[in-house]
């Protein structure tokens, strides 16, 4: 394994992951403004280590390997955040039954991963995975966004100007539970393409 720049990157994404769910529990101004930028720091470095790979010629098994989990940590621990921080009101049962159907399709997936792996198989992301992660990773910009909005910002919000905080927190909330039912399907995709995997 080599320290490239793609791979420092990815490997960034953990301290960061840590940061931002301090400062989404963290009660302070701007403590959810800070959140907010340094998760939008985050993502976009998801999308910056694999470019830089690529242009560089530096694309690395260890490089795959670690986005794919860091990310799947990122967004799982961003989650836990979220409920934990009340981000949902009172969906927050419903929206951690979701997280537990998020939780069970990464576990199942990673699974045959690993058993395609002893196999000698690579089961590779498709575009459905692509799409959830996506998707998931905009549910929690939206939803922090509205935090943000609401702790840091209140006060540009008088009155009737609060409808803005609460469709952004909609638009959130949507993004989450699609996401999570993108998860499923394309969890259950992945199940049914790579069934021969699970054949003795």
């Known amino acids: 394994m ?13 301290p960061m992951m840590f940061a931002v769910v ?9 403590a959810a403004t800070l959140a907010f930028w340094l998760f939008i720091v985050a993502a976009l470095s998801d999308w910056l280590d694999g470019l830089i790979a690529r242009k560089s010629g530096q694309v690395s098994q260890f490089g ?8 799947k940590v990122m967004v799982l621990g961003l989650m836990v955040a979220l ?9 927050t049962l419903i929206a951690l039954m979701a997280w537990l159907c998020i939780l069970t399709r990464e576990f199942a997936i990673s699974g045959l991963r690993m058993i ?22 905009n549910a929690i ?11 840091d910002f209140g006060d540009l919000f008088p ?42």
């Open 64 to 71: 795959r390997f670690m986005d794919a989990v860091i990310d």
């Open 2 to 14: 080599r320290w490239t720049l793609p791979n420092v990157i990815t490997v960034s994404r953990v």
């Open 116 to 137: 395609a792996a002893v196999k000698g198989l690579v089961v590779e992301a498709d575009k459905s995975g692509k799409v959830k992660t996506f998707t998931q990773l």
């Open 83 to 91: 409920l934990q921080g009340g981000y949902f009101g009172e969906l």
């Open 141 to 151: 910009g939206w939803l922090m966004g509205a935090r943000m909005l609401s702790d």
């Open 159 to 200: 009155g009737d100007d609060m409808m803005i905080i609460r469709v952004v927190h909609i638009v959130g909330l949507c993004f989450y539970f699609l996401s999570a039912l993108l998860t499923v399907t394309s969890g259950w995709n992945y199940l049914r393409r790579h069934a021969h995997v699970f054949a003795d």
């Open 22 to 30: 301090g400062l989404m529990i963290a009660d302070f101004n701007p």
